[in-house]
């Protein structure tokens, strides 16, 4: 008996912005890999996917608590800078939470300019999670994310 061949997953970009923070702006394209379909508590077709360079993200504590989350919710492993005195950190994000803004829409191959909303994930414990959890990761804003077909070779056990 053989094992089963790797699953595939494709390659996209995250082109450009409509809204969101300027520093990401100045990080576009970034490019990222699907992981899996990741059921969310108001729709079941949210994306986790891994980006090919980490993004940096510069936020405070007063962000992250307009979020609902405070700096001692983020995996340890994702801070470049602990929050200094005035409660300003630094972190490095592997891996995102994207759905299309449009309901029925998916990211999938051949898309082009396709409108998502995408969240930062900053716990590195939802790649294991079954289901979404919005705790786990910042809302950063909307963006048009294209499929480039460039390493749809690649199985999973390459990505990680």
Do not use: W
């Amino acid at each position: 008996m053989t094992d089963a061949p790797a699953p595939f997953f494709p390659y996209f970009t995250l082109d450009a912005l409509t809204l969101g923070p300027g520093d990401l702006s100045a990080q576009l394209p970034a490019h990222f890999r699907l992981l899996r379909i990741l059921p969310g508590p108001d729709r079941p077709d949210y994306v986790l996917a891994r980006l090919t360079r980490p993004l940096a993200f510069q936020t405070n504590r007063a962000e992250l608590a307009c979020s609902n989350l405070s700096p001692e919710r983020v995996d340890p492993r994702f801070v470049v800078r602990p929050p200094d005195a005035a409660g300003r950190l630094a972190l490095s994000i592997a891996l995102v939470v994207m759905a299309a803004r449009l309901v029925g829409t998916q990211i999938v191959h051949g898309v082009q300019g396709l409108g998502v909303n995408f969240a930062y994930v900053i716990d590195g414990s939802l790649y294991d999670d079954q289901q979404l959890d919005f705790s786990k990761c910042v809302y950063v804003g909307v963006g048009f994310v294209s499929h480039h077909g460039q390493g749809d070779h690649l199985p999973l056990t390459a990505l990680l």
